[in-house]
């Protein structure tokens, strides 16, 4: 929604690449139009829990049935920035209903890594391995198709 940067990102990327401007809430595509949608950090920068669920219902609607769903968001909220909010399991269960979900805590959290990746990149990658300071969900979605009887 931010016009200069579609602008400047039009300019960086090659001409095949199609980039738009608008809103997540109201997709300009067709139903079924994409094999993969991705979302990273959209809706933890949303506050609004019904924005959320239009956000989520364009998503399942642009995406093909046996198509995917690839998230990529914060699930702890940000003590240093009122504006961020973490999306927890349970809450991308009820934004996505009847879909299959796999999620992995992954990223360790970014202040830690700036501390510490300047004395140890081990004590980062274990710390990462332990997941119990990872901020983030790497997941993947899929709609439920139903059984045929």
């Not at 608008?22 to 829990?49: K, N, P």
């Not at 239009?54 to 609607?61: H, N, S």
């Not at 990658?125 to 119990?132: A, E, F, T």
Request: charged share 20%; net charge neutral; with cysteine.
């Amino acid at each position: 929604m931010l016009a200069d940067r579609v602008t400047e990102a039009k300019d960086l990327s090659p001409d095949s690449i199609r980039i738009e401007c608008g809103s997540a809430a109201c997709l300009g595509f067709a139903d079924a139009a994409f094999d993969l949608v991705l979302q990273s950090m959209v809706f933890s920068s949303v506050l609004d829990a019904s924005m959320k669920r239009q956000i989520a219902a364009e998503m399942l609607r642009v995406v093909k049935a046996d198509g995917w769903i690839l998230w990529y968001d914060f699930h702890v909220n940000n003590p240093r920035n009122p504006d961020v909010r973490g999306v927890n399991k349970e809450e991308i269960f009820q934004l996505f209903p009847n879909c299959q979900i796999e999620f992995h805590r992954i990223t360790l959290a970014p202040p830690l890594v700036r501390f510490l990746a300047r004395h140890s990149w081990v004590a980062c990658y274990v710390l990462q391995r332990l997941k119990i300071f990872n901020t983030h969900y790497l997941g993947i979605i899929q709609k439920s198709i139903p059984v045929s009887e």
